[in-house]
T-cell receptor, first 114, second 111 residues
Framework: EAQVTQNPRYLITVTGKKLTVTCSQN?????MSWYRQDPGLGLRQIYY???????DKGDVPEGYKVSRKEKRNFPLILESPSPNQTSLYFC?????????????FGNGTRLTVT | GEDVEQSLFLSVREGDSSVINCTYT??????LYWYKQEPGAGLQLLTY?????DMKQDQRLTVLLNKKDKHLSLRIADTQTGDSAIYFC???????????FGSGTRLQVQP
């Protein structure tokens, strides 16, 4: 089954404790992206990647890092989480080059930073 | 999502039609999308329309695009309780890889 898998689904952590949210897709998609969803703000893009070893900042990259060492994986790293990073995070992927190819989303990771 | 605006909430009765509206600001947008988010799940693409089209129909879904007013709507015919979800409008602007999402409209379908 074609899917985007994020882990964990829920995470509660404390300020400053480094964490990683994993994302994996099995569709051989070149393009992958991370979004955060906050009430009243819709989805905002954090980082994206056009292909292996190619990453770029989205609209709200501060406080986040990503890496793309393999095509299928695109982890999101919070080196020193802060309470304003409490949010619902979505990983997404799509085929590169086709403007109408849909974004496939994972089921989300709800992060709480205390 | 501040450049793409949607009303926050819509309530309809089962069997009625639902119309969810969206306004966007960038006239260079090439594609406009409607995504559905059910509780506890990611976003699922419902339909999309290219900017040179006025209307697109797909089973119970009708998308209308008014480029002059930068207004997009999604009509769901014969709305069912399973249509209850949050609906996001999104635009892809020329030269940008990211989609710009609205803040979402929560559709509640009452039996």
């Amino acid at each position: 089954e074609a899917q985007v898998t994020q882990n964990p689904r829920y995470l509660i952590t404390v300020t400053g404790k480094k964490l990683t949210v994993t994302c994996s897709q099995n569709m051989n998609h070149e393009y992958m992206s991370w979004y955060r969803q906050d009430p009243g703000l819709g989805l905002r893009q954090i980082y994206y990647s056009m292909n292996v070893e190619v990453t770029d900042k989205g609209d709200v990259p501060e406080g986040y890092k990503v890496s793309r060492k393999e095509k299928r994986n695109f982890p999101l790293i919070l080196e020193s989480p802060s309470p304003n990073q409490t949010s619902l995070y979505f990983c997404a992927s799509r085929q590169q080059g086709a403007h109408n190819s849909p974004l496939h989303f994972g089921n989300g990771t709800r992060l709480t930073v205390t | 999502g501040e450049d793409v605006e949607q009303s926050l909430f819509l309530s309809v009765r089962e069997g009625d039609s639902s119309v969810i509206n969206c306004t966007y600001t960038d006239s260079s947008s090439t594609y406009l999308y409607w995504y559905k988010q059910e509780p506890g799940a990611g976003l699922q693409l419902l339909t999309y329309i290219f900017s040179n089209m006025d209307m697109k129909q797909d089973q119970r879904l009708t998308v209308l695009l008014n480029k002059k007013d930068k207004h997009l709507s999604l009509r769901i015919a014969d709305t069912q309780t399973g249509d209850s979800a949050i609906y996001f409008c999104a635009e892809r602007r020329t030269g940008r890889r990211a989609l710009t999402f609205g803040s979402g409209t929560r559709l509640q379908v009452q039996p």
